[in-house]
């Protein structure tokens, strides 16, 4: 059995416990969407089917054992023995690849304290895709999962190396930019919004069978500090300016004034999701 070391973000595992989980991963191609299906075994979820197929997984091997399709590319990670969540890349979110929360945090801490000491504005993004309820009750959690892949390849292609992204959890994504402006933040969450609500999503819908989803959306709340802050202090201001842009309508940007109130930016035509 493989073992690991990792921290879960369910923190329901200390961080020097070992994980003696194994989560196979099977991935397929529909048209252009790939999707991910896993299943975890050992300890609390262990399969009947035994741990020799997922040794074989591990091992790169295709197999025709039961339950795992012959020609399909698989994978093999780690689980958490609380939640059962796959964590086989140490630091990042199973599901987008971003910077799972608890190392975002770390090197959220650092990226202040260096910039404090350049005397550098730091701006936090948190964006929440808008409707992502009402995707997984009209189609399913496949599809979700298949948005929030989008949401969080979109946030690669708009920010830079320099920043720092991650899943914060749920639908929720987090990038903190050092040496960024409020503006210059506004910026990136208008070419995120409107990469994604141009984007043709591919997924299976649970309901409709094949489908294309279009005219996604994120709400974004921005808090910039040119001295910065603690962390905490940040994520609260930021938080509660996406909690303002959510009411004022979603589909657009609040920017934390500071105590100086807030600052709206309608971004693209909210409540837009269609299906193609």
């Known amino acids: ?123 936090l993004l948190i964006a929440d895709l808008d409707r992502f309820k009402l995707i997984n009750d009209e189609h399913g959690h496949l599809a979700g999962d298949d948005a929030l892949r989008q949401v969080a390849a979109i946030l690669r292609s708009v920010t830079r190396g320099t920043d720092l992204v991650a899943r914060y959890g749920g639908d929720e994504f987090l990038v903190l930019m050092p040496a960024t402006t409020a503006d210059d933040a506004l910026a990136v969450a208008r070419n995120l919004n409107g990469h994604l609500n141009s984007a043709r999503l591919r997924t299976v819908s649970a309901r409709d069978g094949e489908t294309i989803l279009t005219g996604l959306s994120v709400s974004v709340g921005l808090a910039s500090r040119e001295s910065a802050a603690r962390l905490e202090g940040l994520l609260l201001a930021a938080d509660s300016a996406l909690l303002a842009a959510k009411r004022n309508g979603r589909a657009q940007s609040c920017i934390d004034g500071d105590g100086q109130g807030w600052m709206f930016d309608q971004m693209v035509r909210p409540y837009a999701l269609h299906m193609g």
């Open 1 to 123: 059995m493989v073992s690991t070391r990792f921290d879960c973000s369910c923190r329901g595992v200390p961080a020097a416990r070992s994980a003696t989980s194994i989560c196979a991963v099977r991935t397929w191609t529909v048209g252009d969407r790939i999707s991910t299906v896993w299943t975890s075994v050992g300890g609390a979820h262990r399969s009947r089917r035994g741990n020799s197929v997922f040794m074989e997984l591990l091992r790169g091997r295709r197999t025709r054992h039961a339950g795992v399709d012959h020609g399909h590319r698989h994978t093999a990670y780690p689980c958490c023995p609380t939640c059962g969540t796959p964590v086989g890349h140490q630091g990042l979110d199973w599901l987008t690849g971003l910077l799972d929360r608890p190392t975002w945090h770390h090197r959220a801490d650092q990226a202040l304290a260096a910039a404090t000491a350049r005397r550098e504005p730091v701006t």
